[in-house]
């Protein structure tokens, strides 16, 4: 996924020196709050991967950039539809991924390094692989959903605007290929009147593959939200801190907003 780099980011992600903060480091440091544990830096308080993701009592306002990144990974997972990408953010998590690792490379290549300093540095890496393993988790879950609603979104305009155009280009590209792909194997074979793909047989699933909005979802208000009306006809509001479990189209405006997650 191409990601545009943003050098204007009035607020680093970084802080301050990489190497300034392991020379500087008191010598007691157990790394507990070293480097991506830093407020400034890639903060992990919403909890290591695998071991609870909760922001719960915090603000999205104040969440850093890499606390972002796990919710919209975590809302990218759980829903059943494509979610508008995240480019922007990507672009400073990744580039300040390639600072770290040069600081690192830049600090393990001075052989005025000490052995705690060595033993920092892993902790640094063991957390710029964390990184990089949501990144890359996020980017395949959404190319899954990509190739899985291809067709689908190629006749979608309004889901085209959530998509990079590296990722929409994808998308056409693999629906011509698969289309081809039947229309040799199979297609070509059967009567004309049964060689389309977007036929619809009553009580017989749709041949183009769309996402179920009627899929359950368990949503956790972010803020107090607006009433919102239920399947049944009702309506109910989600106090923030609230958890629910809805089908997804009943929360959808409301993540799209920002206003939930999903977990």
Known sequence: ??????????????????????????????GG??????????????????GGL?????????????????RHWMNERHAPDILPGQEMLLGRI??????????????????DSSEEEHFRIMLVQTEVERVKFIVRSYIRTRLHKIEKYARYISSAPDV???????????????????????KQSVLQSLPEQQQSL?????FMPP????????????????VDCPPM???????????????SMTPYYVVEHLLLRGEVELV
Request: cysteine-free.
């Open 229 to 243: 009306r239920l399947p049944d006809g009702t309506s109910t509001e989600m106090k923030k801190g609230q958890i």
């Open 33 to 50: 709050d070293f480097a991506m544990h830093d407020g400034d830096d890639f903060e992990t308080a919403r909890g290591r991967v695998g």
């Open 54 to 70: 909760s922001v719960m009592g915090q603000d999205v306002a104040e969440e850093t950039p890499f606390q972002q990144l796990i």
């Open 207 to 222: 041949m183009v593959a769309k996402p179920d909005k009627k899929r359950p979802v368990v949503a956790r208000a972010l």
């Open 198 to 202: 977007d036929e619809e047989v009553a």
């Open 160 to 182: 085209h605007e959530r998509l990079s155009k590296a990722e929409l280009e994808h998308a056409r590209r693999y629906s011509r290929l698969v289309e081809y792909h039947f």
């Open 1 to 30: 996924m191409a990601a545009p780099w943003d050098d204007d980011f009035d607020a680093p992600i970084a802080g301050p020196s990489f190497i300034d903060r392991v020379r500087n480091a008191p010598d007691d440091d157990d």
């Open 94 to 111: 990744l580039d300040h991924v390639r600072k770290q690792s040069n600081d690192v490379e830049l600090l393990r290549a001075d052989p």
